[in-house]
């Protein structure tokens, strides 16, 4: 399997996790991608490296299953099933997806980087996920979807990361550690915690916090 | 090297058993910073006496650089006071601050603060070393904030976490300066650095991290209220040791050096002398008896740095023994003021723990009840006035020393200025602990709180006792301290120079401990000899015939300090609130006088004020909407890409 292929697939996941307003199924766009980003080292031709197939096995493992497991089990709490009103309507949502994918294009073909043997799109489709999980992050309302744009940012950062991963392999390592604590730990204070203390999980109501 | 790494490491748990314990976890913790103490100092004294340095490297690869941790004379001679006065400080708490609530937590966070602290003065790579600074920044803000209920506590606590900050920020440049020019630091720069801009710029950006931390005094604002509002044990550690990071940070600048410009030790006197004047002067106008100690620390960071000023001066101008002296007691003084003023706040905190205030004018006669205490307080303040045979004499003898070795030699103006500085600084700190010995201990007891108290338990005396030996054996034999001080001065000195002069044969110290063991022989005698043949009844003062004398008629802690302080008064500025005394039988009249600090609350309080007016027009930003600050940190990242990119 060639790393554009991947890489492709990766930036459809994108779009298809913008338009979507079905909570469940974002859910399980985030979980295709983490799929696909886990299998990106192995298309990237490193998969002679034992550490790096550990590598790939655990972030499988929790991008694939961990962590959308928990989104399931905070879901199936939370009892909400679509994101209704966003602050950005969903095709607005698309057309600044497209246009942070053209801007990451153009960036990442400006980006100093040192020539090597990296996968030409690779920078650009990391760029993408990145903004697409910020766009997320902005533009909608409930507290589930927000931590799926988190997830998403933070698989932005991964694909980064695997510019490094063969000479910081610990660093890249440490990042999917990273994401199982936000898995964690956003879930448990972000949805939890607002939902005891506003009895609903949207996140207008942390604007009363405010100093 | 393992025997330093597992004392960091047991300082690092040592609160962690009193979580799941549910009784004795203090014990636990106290015991286990004791064992850290005694073997963390073991490695020290082993580097100190000659052994190899330890070494803890890491590969270039993810740091930059390479190096992490190495144990050598510097990092062994700061370690020495870092791990005593935690385990003091550890042994105090349990009878201190007992199982109040918050206890577990508090000791959890004090044995960070000390793994931190340990940390930091072993650090060799920048990143390390801001770990380690940030680690003692934020455990000690935690700290700080121990009695959170308190408004007071509060305030203090945040003015030191905004000046800490602040410090960092300028270290941060500081690295980033030195790494830009390709110069790593914890390395010898080459000849030549120093002199040129971006020399300067260090200099000036360390000079201001390190100054915050150390609290010099433009730049002490955070020092008083949060020494004061701190637990008793933990001010103990802050002044004792968390303050000379900012010393350490200091030297291990000067060591990367190899030729200082000649300003460069002219800063350092100034800013010394600056410290060391203003602080005796400030502390001598307080009432509250751990801000005074705070003061103290201020003056005594000055004198520190007189010390290393002329050592660098010595430097520039290729003065051996100027350099050996200066160094040597600027070193010995931070050794000395961890021993002393950690012992003067565990006796502050005994104080406070009996009577249930710190104010000066609700105490006096404790002496009677609490002799322990008091036996113990005189002790420190004997040291810290400087005065022989404790060890705060040696270091200003050193000092003393170097300053006129200076004269000597080149007829500068600048060590009349050295000279006159702690002279002045001496006399004002004997007044002050005048003042505040006999407010606290002597006299009647002025409210009921300082009447019926008992001396503290033996968990509180015993770490007292122990500073005080420490005192008294470099006071009274010096020349254990002198070849470690020769070894911690010859890595401060240029590389290449190993022709640094002894320092036992500069200072004529055993002349010196004989000149002290005379001394106190003496004063035994004398006082075995004075001692009243039969018990002394307890008679009142005699008040010329008065009839009713009471407990107000006393000299109070500001009509005692009134004399330097009025003279002082075109520096001080004190506040004074006073009714008017009129005619032949007045009625009751009131007197007030406060001391406000010069930069806290008088330029930083109205200049943070006057910019909050301001600045209140751009909360419109702090809508409280999660979303939009995302958008700002999406803006943000943004606009760098495309500014790296374009």
Known sequence: ?211 | MSLYLLAVALAAVSGLPGLVLRRRGGEVAAGLMGLAAVLGIAAAVRVLAGGAAGRLMLPAAPLGSPGLLVLDPIAAWFLMPVLLLSACGAVFGLGYWGERPGARLLRLVFGGLTASLALLVAAAHPLVFLLGWEGMAIAAFLLVMAEDRKAETRRAGWIYLVATHTGTLCLFAAFGVLAAQGAGAFAVLPRGFAASGSGTAVFVLCLLAFGFKAGVMPLHLWLPPAHAAAPSHVSALMSGVLIKMGILGLVRLLSWIPDPPLWWGAVLLCLGALSGILGVAFALGQHDLKRLLAYHSIENIGIILLGLGLGTLGKSLGHPVLQVLGYAGALLHVLNHSLFKGLLFLSAGSVAHATGTRNLDSLGGLGHRMPWTSGAFLAGAWAICGLPPLNGFVSEWFLYLGSFRALALSRWPWSVGVLAALVLIGALALACFAKAFGAVFLGLARTPAAEGVHESPRSMLVPMGVLVLACALIGLAPALVAPALDRVVGALGPPAAAGLPALSGLAGLSLLSLLALAFLGLALVLGLWLRPRRQAAALPTWDCGYAAPSARMQYTASSFADGPVSGLRWVLLPRIHRGKVRGLFPGPAHFERHVPDPVLDRAADPALRLSVRGLSLLRFAQGGQLPVYLLYVLLTLLTLLVWMVV
């Open chain 1, 1 to 211: 399997m060639s790393p554009d292929l991947l890489i492709a697939l990766i930036m459809l996941t994108n779009f298809t996790l913008v338009a979507t307003s079905r909570i469940n199924k974002a859910i399980q766009v985030a979980v295709v991608q983490g799929v696909l980003l886990g299998l990106m080292p192995i298309a990237m031709g490193l998969g002679h490296h034992a550490h790096i197939l550990f590598m790939v096995a655990a972030a499988i493992a929790v991008k694939g299953w961990l962590i959308p497991f928990l989104l399931r089990r905070a879901l199936r709490h939370v009892q909400i099933h679509r994101e209704i009103d966003p602050y950005i309507g969903y095709t607005v949502s698309l057309l600044l997806c497209a246009a942070g994918t053209g801007l990451s294009l153009v960036l990442a073909h400006n980006l100093p980087l040192k020539a090597g043997t990296t996968p030409t799109y690779l920078v650009p489709a990391a760029l993408a996920t990145l903004f697409t999980g910020f766009l997320v992050l902005v533009s909608r309302r409930k507290a589930l979807t927000q931590v799926v744009g988190y997830l998403v940012l933070e698989n932005g950062i991964y694909l980064f990361g695997l510019l490094l991963v063969e000479d910081m392999p610990v660093l890249v390592e440490t990042g999917i550690l990273l994401d199982l604590f936000v898995g964690v730990f956003v879930m448990g204070i972000v949805i939890n915690h607002i939902r005891t203390a506003f009895d609903s999980t949207d996140t207008r109501h942390l604007a009363e916090l405010k100093d």
